[in-house]
């Protein structure tokens, strides 16, 4: 079975700082791996995804991650955040066999608060 | 704007009152989602429509009974819900199925449910 694990519930950043979300995902098969945030009040969009190809992924409101295979990881990062990235990110994670973004299994999310 | 549109935003009931939810996507997608967001607890997929037939149901309660009439819209029917049932239902829509992975989900803006 399929999982993913966001290390940290929350985290708090100051403005133009850096920032790393992590995600670990376990499986026993090839994955897709994806990033979606959820502003508040709002539904889920995706950030970014990787599917093949390049291991560093760029999205959307420069944010990136890196797959990592050997660490089980999708990190997402951003070099300078914004108040306006405060949000609650989810890492998800779909076996390539399900054929179905319905199929995904999310992370518990990671509540990012950028402050002034 | 999103292109799923889910209505009311916000709905109180009694657990002895029927009520629904309604989804409707303008994206032209064949394939519609029901998920279940909890506090603390990752996105809980509950019922995948593909070209109007159910293709999934994740062991939901009978309480809660999808109906999907076309392809553009989606009803979550609720009756005798707990108050256990209480949280954000969000509704999703993607191309599906085939090349569903370059069509990413589109999330509605989600209906906070409150069941006292």
């Known amino acids: 079975a399929q999982s993913v694990t966001q290390l940290d519930s929350q985290v708090p950043v100051f403005e133009e700082a850096p920032v790393e979300l992590r995600c670990n995902y376990s499986?026993?098969?090839?994955?897709?791996l994806f990033w979606y945030v959820q502003y508040p009040n709002q539904g889920l969009q995706l950030l970014l995804k990787y599917l093949s190809g390049s291991t560093l992924v760029k999205g959307i409101n420069g944010f990136e991650a890196e797959f990592n295979k050997s660490q089980t990881s999708f990190h997402l990062r951003k070099p300078s955040v914004h108040i306006s990235d405060t949000a609650e990110y989810f890492c998800?994670?779909?076996?390539?066999?399900?054929?179905?973004?319905?199929?995904?299994?999310f992370g518990k999310g990671t509540k990012l608060s950028v402050k002034p | 704007e999103t292109g799923v549109t889910q209505t009311p935003r916000h709905l109180v009931m009694g657990m002895t009152n029927k009520k629904s939810l309604k989804c409707e996507q303008h994206l032209g997608h064949n394939a519609m989602y029901w998920y279940k967001q909890s506090a603390k607890k990752p996105l809980e997929l509950m019922f995948v429509?593909?070209?109007?037939?159910?293709?999934e149901n994740n062991s939901v309660p009978s309480r809660f009974s999808p109906e999907c009439p076309n392809s553009s819209h989606l009803f979550l029917h609720l009756h005798t819900l707990q108050p256990e049932d209480s949280a954000l239902y969000l509704c999703?829509?993607?191309?599906?199925?085939?090349?569903?992975?370059?069509?990413?989900?589109?999330f509605g803006n989600g209906t906070r449910l409150t069941v006292t």
């Open positions: 429509y593909s070209l109007e037939e159910r293709v």
């Open positions: 499986s026993s098969v090839s994955v897709y």
């Open positions: 998800a994670v779909s076996d390539l066999k399900k054929g179905s973004q319905g199929n995904l299994i």
């Open positions: 999703a829509s993607s191309q599906d199925p085939g090349s569903s992975y370059n069509s990413p989900l589109h």
